[in-house]
């Protein structure tokens, strides 16, 4: 699975980086991306919450989200 690293980034750039990601996908195909600030969490939460793409979220460790994006 690819993974992108967004370590240190803040919002809005993450999400920017999904939504190129995303383009470049087919149905049914995920990639990772790993984040370090609870702003970009809450942000991919609130743009994604109407179901068009899956986001599972999981904190890894304290501070450190890895994100997997699935297009439907």
Same mark, same amino acid.
């Not at 990772?32 to 919450?49: L, N």
């Not at 501070?63 to 297009?71: A, K, L, P």
């Given at each position: 699975?690819?993974?992108?690293?967004?370590?240190?980034?803040?919002?809005?750039?993450? $999400?920017?980086? !999904? #939504?190129?990601?995303? &383009?470049?996908?087919?149905?049914?195909?995920?990639?990772?991306? %790993?984040?370090?600030?609870?702003?970009? $969490?809450?942000? !991919? #939460?609130?743009?994604? &919450?109407?179901?068009?793409?899956?986001?599972?979220?999981?904190? %890894?460790?304290?501070?450190?989200?890895?994100?997997?994006?699935?297009?439907?």
């Amino acid at each position: 699975m690819k993974t992108i690293d967004s370590f240190g980034e803040m919002c809005p750039i993450p $999400v920017l980086r !999904i #939504e190129e990601e995303i &383009k470049s996908m087919e149905p049914g195909e995920s990639f990772m991306i %790993v984040v370090d600030h609870s702003c970009v $969490v809450a942000s !991919i #939460e609130d743009k994604y &919450k109407d179901g068009k793409i899956d986001v599972q979220i999981d904190e %890894v460790m304290n501070g450190v989200w890895e994100i997997v994006v699935t297009r439907r």
